[in-house]
């Protein structure tokens, strides 16, 4: 059993950075695959980033060059770092998790956070 929390979610202008922590519970951290999903009001949760226990990363087209996914198994944690943030990355953003990279990556894995929201205005 894996139990996830996010936080670091709060309110920033455009252009601007935040970094969101997904803390895990469990020893065999290392071993799962890690990811990032986010759901804006009305809309369907939507895949984000995703990163192996090997670190390998991959990530969503619409965040490339301005997210970065990491994890730190030391501290049970994965990261995402966001900069350059814009008005339409707002939105509930979920950890998951599971021990298939590809499960993670359609949104399949067996464990969720319960979000941190992430807000982009003036």
């Known amino acids: 059993q894996v139990q996830l929390a996010e936080s670091g979610g709060g309110l920033v202008q455009p252009g601007g950075s935040l970094r969101l922590s997904c803390a895990a519970s469990?020893?065999?951290?290392?071993?799962?695959?890690m990811g990032w999903f986010r759901q804006a009001p009305g809309k369907e949760r939507e895949f984000v980033a995703v990163i192996s226990d090997g670190g390998i990363t991959y990530l969503a087209d619409s965040v490339k060059g301005r997210f970065t996914i990491s994890r730190d198994n030391a501290k049970n944690t994965v990261y995402l770092q966001m900069n350059s943030l814009k008005p339409e990355d707002t939105a509930v953003y979920y950890c998951?998790?599971?021990?298939?990279?590809?499960?993670?990556?359609?949104?399949?894995?067996?464990?969720w956070g319960q979000g941190t929201q992430v807000t982009v205005s003036l």
């Open positions: 998951n998790a599971d021990q298939s990279p590809m499960t993670v990556l359609r949104g399949l894995g067996d464990y």
């Open positions: 469990g020893r065999t951290f290392s071993s799962y695959a």
